[in-house]
């Protein structure tokens, strides 16, 4: 990824790039290598979604980078196999010590973007797909508040690792 002002720039350094390449007997891939205007559209790189948004007090738009729609997709299926109907006969802390790790190193690699939101909806997804174990596995439905109630309070004291460390406290609250 080579940033630079002016599209003419970006197509002199993008030449200068094939020249380097050529004298070291490599090539670039044509499908994977674009010069991208970055104040009218985004693009993806390693995992991250790069795109300008918003307008400061001076004006312009500012750059930021977010977990992309793949990445996001990605761990959500990985989400999505560890929490799913087949493993119903593990136990939910069996669930939570495999999830751990998925959330630490995704949480690692992804925090030095703007990733707050995206953060705080998988934790959302995750606490969702764990409940959902518990209410369908027991399929009290007329006793929904107070199955609710003892699956809040195991979430709170299961050491479940989150995406969003602030996100901690509103999942800690039993009502």
Not at 2 to 15: H, M, P, Q
Not at 68 to 81: E, F, G, H, N
Not at 112 to 139: A, C, I, P
């Amino acid at each position: 990824m080579i940033v630079c002002r002016t599209r003419k720039d970006a197509e002199f350094a993008y030449e200068h790039l094939k020249r380097i390449m050529t004298k070291l007997k490599l090539t670039l891939n044509p499908q994977k290598t674009k010069i991208v205007d970055m104040n009218k559209e985004s693009f993806d790189f390693l995992g991250f979604c790069y795109q300008k948004f918003g307008k400061t007090k001076c004006g312009r738009k500012l750059p930021y980078m977010m977990p992309s729609k793949k990445a996001i997709k990605k761990v959500k299926d990985a989400i999505r196999v560890i929490t799913c109907k087949k493993s119903t006969y593990e136990g939910l802390e069996r669930k939570v010590e495999k999830l751990n790790p998925l959330i630490r190193g995704w949480r690692n690699y992804f925090q030095h973007g703007n990733s707050t939101k995206r953060f705080k909806q998988l934790d959302e997804y995750v606490w969702m797909k764990l409940w959902r174990r518990v209410y369908y596995r027991r399929k009290q439905k007329k006793y929904r508040e107070h199955v609710l109630y003892g699956f809040r309070k195991w979430y709170a004291n299961s050491g479940i690792e989150y995406f969003y460390y602030p996100n901690k406290k509103r999942y800690e609250t039993v009502l």
